[in-house]
């Protein structure tokens, strides 16, 4: 729409609240993810490795039913196998 400002923490705070939960705890954590978006607290990273401390981080569990495998990456600064993520 013309005139209307792109507002990020609105955008971010639809996304997590049309995630339909799995299960109560899933359902905590949306709750507690949406309380936190609400109470105006900087969600994107801002400095390198973690400024502010609590920030938005993104991954994604890729699984491939049929053969039962997980792709994990080897992640060089946390020195760990994880899902692959950005921040």
Do not use: C, N
């Not at 502010?52 to 049929?66: F, G, I, K, S, T």
């Amino acid at each position: 729409m013309p005139g209307r400002q792109f507002d990020p923490r609105l955008v971010v705070r639809d996304l997590v609240q049309a995630v339909v939960p799995y299960d109560e705890r899933e359902s905590a954590d949306q709750r507690w993810m949406l309380d936190w978006i609400d109470a105006g607290y900087p969600l994107f990273r801002t400095a390198k490795p973690a400024t502010p401390h609590r920030h938005l981080a993104v991954y994604a569990a890729l699984l491939d039913e049929a053969a039962r495998t997980l792709m994990l990456v080897d992640h060089a600064k946390a020195k760990a196998w994880l899902m692959p993520g950005v921040h």
